[in-house]
């Protein structure tokens, strides 16, 4: 049974960068199809796609947050990580990790129980 | 961007009864590619509904999804006390890949 869990720090302070990394187990990264993405949710508001990363390398992003998003994955370590540059309070948010299993245009069928990120001094 | 809404904004029933949730998508979704997802309070998301119409592994045939182009629509048929929760749909066809706003179920 796959199991996804973020792990980073819960709090950022403005303009810094925001690192987090999930765990994947239960299953390996490197499958054919699967795209990694992440995914957040303000408090108290809906949904928003962050972007993506196959595991040879290949990554997609949601372009209005290209410029400050990069996601990478490590096989070794069944991992894949997400960073994100210049952050604002407006960056403050429940990160969620999940798996796209049929390519890049893809549905999220494993989410990670999330983890709350606050951008504040 | 495709942007989705979802309406009502509220629906409040009582277990047993029906419930149905729109989607309407600005644009035609590609390839019906259109998911929905439950979220119960301090939750995750999880996968319902994909392809507009398939149920994800372990989702009770209760739950079902139609639609086509820029309508969707979730129906949730007797409703279940773990059914009440909030439910978003999204579209994976064309980038961003967007979510509507959602629709959040309560106890009439």
């Known amino acids: 049974h796959l199991q996804m869990q973020e792990s980073g720090p819960g709090l950022v302070k403005p303009s810094e960068t925001l690192s987090l990394t999930c765990t994947v187990s239960?299953?390996?990264?490197?499958?054919?199809?699967?795209?990694w993405g992440w995914i957040r949710q303000p408090p108290g508001k809906g949904l928003e796609w962050i972007g993506n990363i196959y595991y040879g390398g290949s990554t997609f992003y949601n372009p209005s947050l290209k410029s400050r998003v990069t996601i990478s994955a490590d096989t070794s370590k069944n991992q894949f990580s997400l960073k994100f540059s210049s952050v604002t309070a407006a960056d403050t948010a429940v990160y969620y990790c999940?798996?796209?299993?049929?390519?890049?245009?893809?549905?999220?069928?494993?989410w990670g129980q999330g983890t709350l990120v606050t951008v504040s001094s | 961007e495709i942007v989705l809404t979802q309406s009502p904004g509220t629906l409040s029933l009582s277990p047993g009864e029906r419930a149905t949730l729109s989607c309407r998508a600005t644009?035609?979704?590609?390839?019906?590619?259109l998911a929905w997802y439950q979220q119960r309070p301090g939750q995750a998301p999880r996968l319902l509904i994909y392809?507009?119409?398939s149920r994800a592994t372990g989702i009770p045939d209760r739950f079902s999804g139609s639609g086509s182009g820029t309508e969707f629509t979730l129906t949730i048929n007797r409703l279940e006390p773990e059914d009440f929760a909030v439910y978003y749909c999204q579209q994976y066809g064309s980038s961003p890949f967007t979510f509507g706003p959602g629709t959040k179920v309560d106890i009439k």
């Open positions: 392809g507009e119409s």
């Open positions: 644009q035609s979704v590609s390839s019906s590619f």
């Open positions: 999940a798996r796209q299993p049929w390519g890049k245009f893809s549905y999220c069928d494993y």
């Open positions: 239960g299953g390996s990264i490197s499958g054919s199809t699967y795209y």
